[in-house]
């Protein structure tokens, strides 16, 4: 969220700029650039479109607290929101911008919780009131709120609202809304329904648009994973235990799936919960605190379900599954890389979805990547890796274990390094190594992703020679930065090993779990299968490397090519 603006400059005053920054907020994302400025100078209708989780709440938030009138108890903004819990999020953001605001009073009304104590809210005087839309009618017809006085009404995510059916509620909301000098809609895409509540009831809105529309946040990579419908499960298990820090929901298509799925997580031990609409309000709330306090680590949910989930840090989104539509898959990748962050949303799909999944690619202009489902052995190690490396990193100053350390000596005694080593991973990981120990293949093999030299195709080797025009082929190797992996190492790696001249690798871009690597279509490719039993040097780890070709395209130079910009130095 690297920017030149600041808030003061959006024309932010004091004390929101407090609020903001004790919320660790230092300079505005995007939509608040855009909308910021534009909903503060005019009382006007205006559409923002953006993805979730790109500063959306403050930038109707912000703009709305600097100009409601304080010294006034009476409703004169309505917030809608898809969902419950985003109901809450927003609250919980807007009371902490105000936090230095006097007189503020916000009103959160939803369904599925006492609707009285709600109504004894809106009694006291609030101005700003965060609202479900069938719980604000149901308190409308109870006369328990006025919406006549409203100024601002906010639509946020509307798109989903209008997924989940509250068409006629929004429509009834903004007829209500008999006084309101404008209208603001917040929506990550822009379907014929909300063009149709724009023509009814907005003015000559101004239109925002973040990014483009209907695509995924940028920061996060797409991976997909093909297995047997039979190994869906395992291959679902073999993905979190590769990941031992992963903090992720997995989608699935119905309510039995996620709550069954779940129940054989947790029976293995896993801290794995679900949540769909056949749990109560009270056990949603449970399963929901679990998640955001990281005692569930993996949340089963379906798409109705994790409407509006706004938890940051989510690492992974898993697709058990593709869902049918690219705005659920947009949705649903959304709930990761949020807040500028990065995140991966993997699919587990059958080989009979790989046409949907390259349609999702073209209409949402990414980027599938195939990864294969990692072995027992990769997993054992990358288990065992990381558990080493949390054991270094620990911080032991504090833990009152000096006054047994000499009696624990005295029974280890005897035994070497090397031993006790062993004994902890036998110990720690004895159910791991066991359920792994025998553990076959499930990788579906697929034509076009097959290793470039592990089995090495004849034909896609005479491929690389026909086709060796002015391109560069793009290949992936399963080592990246979190296995200690450098630019210069890779390269190094390369030309230590490979006929290939320095002149012949192109572009060489390291990411977290895996590399690229460009090389000249004319180069003689098949000397790569010489790295198979070697390795970089200085890896931390030692997961096998396998290499994938992955695409190709034209370039601009010869080959032998120009000595200077052989390797780009993008990263
Ligand atoms: P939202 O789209 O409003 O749900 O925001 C997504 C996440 O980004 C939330 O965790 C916000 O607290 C955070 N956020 C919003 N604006 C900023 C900002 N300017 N700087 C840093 N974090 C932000």
Redesign the pocket.
């Known amino acids: 969220?690297q920017t030149t603006s600041s808030?003061e400059t959006l024309g932010i005053h004091e004390p929101l700029l407090a609020g903001?920054r004790d919320?660790?907020?230092?300079?505005?994302?995007p939509?608040?650039q855009q909308a910021i400025p534009r909903l503060i100078a005019q009382q006007a209708d205006t559409i923002v479109l953006?993805?979730?989780?790109?500063?959306?709440?403050?930038?109707f938030?912000l703009p709305l607290l600097q100009q409601i009138d304080l010294s006034v108890r009476q409703v004169q903004a309505l917030i809608l929101s898809p969902t419950r819990e985003l109901a809450l999020?927003?609250a919980q953001?807007l009371k902490e911008m105000g936090k230095y605001l006097s007189g503020l009073h916000i009103a959160t009304v939803y369904g599925g919780s006492a609707i009285q104590q709600q109504m004894r809210q809106l009694r006291q005087g609030v101005q700003i009131v965060v609202a479900t839309p069938g719980r604000l009618i149901d308190l409308v017809q109870r006369q328990a709120i006025q919406l006549q006085t409203a100024r601002w009404v906010i639509l946020d995510e509307a798109d989903e609202m209008l997924n989940m059916g509250f068409r006629d509620d929004i429509h009834f909301i903004l007829q209500q809304a008999t006084q309101r000098q404008c209208c603001w809609l917040f929506s990550a895409t822009m379907p014929a329904e909300i063009r149709q509540i724009v023509r009814q009831f907005m003015h000559e809105p101004a239109e925002i648009v973040v990014g483009k529309q209907n695509t995924v946040a940028s920061g996060i990579s797409h991976e997909y994973y093909v297995a047997h419908a039979q190994h869906k499960f395992e291959t679902l298990r073999r993905l979190i235990d590769f990941h031992p820090e992963l903090f992720g929901i997995v989608f699935t298509r119905t309510k039995a799936e996620a709550q069954e799925i779940a129940d054989r997580l947790m029976r293995l031990g896993y801290e794995a919960e679900a949540l769909h609409g056949d749990l109560s309000q009270a056990q949603r709330d449970k399963v929901m605190e679990h998640f955001r306090a990281k005692t569930t680590r993996i949340l089963l949910a379906t798409d109705v379900a994790a409407r509006g989930i706004?938890v940051?840090n989510i690492s992974h989104v898993i697709h058990f599954g593709l869902p049918d539509d690219l705005e659920s898959y947009t949705h649903r990748s959304g709930r990761t890389a949020?807040?500028?962050r990065t995140g991966t949303s993997i699919s587990i799909i059958h080989l009979h979805e790989m046409e949907k999944l390259r349609r999702l690619e073209k209409m949402l202009r990414i980027r599938f990547i195939r990864r294969s489902i990692p072995t027992g052995q990769q997993i054992c190690e990358k288990q065992l890796y990381h558990y080493f490396e949390q054991l270094k990193q620990i911080d032991f100053s504090r833990a009152d274990i000096q006054i047994y350390l000499r009696a624990i000596q005295s029974s280890l005694e005897g035994l070497s390094k090397e031993e006790l080593i062993e004994r902890i991973a036998a110990y720690e990981f004895q159910h791991l190594l066991k359920h792994y120990a025998q553990a076959k293949d499930l990788n579906v093999p697929l034509p076009e992703a097959r290793p470039a030299y592990r089995n090495p195709s004849r034909q896609q080797a005479s491929q690389v020679h026909e086709q060796s025009a002015e391109e560069w082929i793009t290949f992936r190797v399963n080592i990246g930065r979190a296995h200690g992996l450098y630019k210069a190492s890779l390269l190094q790696w390369l030309l230590d090993h490979t006929e290939l001249p320095r002149s012949a690798v192109g572009k060489l871009i390291i990411l977290d779990q895996y590399s690229l690597m460009e090389l000249d279509a004319r180069a003689d490719l098949s000397s790569l299968q010489r790295l198979q039993n070697t390795r970089p040097q200085g890896l931390l780890s030692t997961a096998p490397e396998e290499i994938f070709l992955v695409k190709r395209r034209p370039k601009s130079r010869t080959y032998p090519g120009s000595q200077a910009s052989s390797v780009r130095q993008d990263s």
């Open positions: 969220m808030f903001i919320m660790g907020f230092e300079h505005p994302t939509v608040q953006a993805q979730t989780g790109t500063g959306k709440t403050a930038a938030g999020q927003i953001d706004d940051d949020r807040a500028g």
